[in-house]
Nanobody
Framework: QVQLVESGGGLVQPGGSLRLSCTASGITAFSIYDVAWYRQAPGKQRELVAFIRSGGIPNYADSVKGRFSISRDNAKKTLYLHMNSLKPEDTAAYFC????????????WGQGTQVTVSS
C-alpha cells in the first residue's frame, strides 16, 4: 500500500521555474526514509538529480547544482524539488524515490511527472 504521487510538472519557457511535489502514503516515520528525485529523458538512462538521506543534507547532480533545490516536509510526508533557471536539457519525466534508511534495494517509485522546457 506504499504509494508515491508526483505533481507540479508542466510546460515552461527556458529560464522559468517549477516546483515538483511528491507525497507518500502508506509510510510511517517518513523522517527515517532516504528520498531522491530522478529524471529520464527519451532515449536516455534514468538519472539521479538530487537526494537527501534520512537526517542528512541535500546532494545534487553537477548538472543542476545552483539551480535546483531539494527539500522535505516529514510531517506532510512530502518531498519537493524547486527548479529554477530551467533549460531545455532539463526536459524529462521526473520521478521520486524513497526507501527506509536501513533497507537495501530499489525502494519505492512514483509514476512520474513530465517537465518540458521549451520556447
Amino acid at each position: 500500500q506504499v504509494q508515491l504521487v508526483e505533481s507540479g510538472g508542466g510546460l515552461v519557457q527556458p529560464g522559468g521555474s517549477l516546483r515538483l511535489s511528491c507525497t507518500a502514503s502508506g509510510i510511517t516515520a517518513f523522517s527515517i526514509y532516504d528520498v531522491a528525485w530522478y529524471r529520464q529523458a527519451p532515449g536516455k538512462q534514468r538519472e539521479l538529480v538530487a537526494f537527501i538521506r534520512s537526517g542528512g543534507i541535500p546532494n545534487y547532480a553537477d548538472s543542476v547544482k545552483g539551480r535546483f533545490s531539494i527539500s522535505r516536509d516529514n510531517a506532510k510526508k512530502t518531498l519537493y524539488l524547486h527548479m529554477n533557471s530551467l533549460k531545455p536539457e532539463d526536459t524529462a519525466a521526473y520521478f521520486c524515490n524513497t526507501k527506509h534508511h536501513f533497507t537495501t534495494g530499489q525502494g519505492f517509485w512514483g509514476q512520474g511527472t513530465q517537465v518540458t522546457v521549451s520556447s
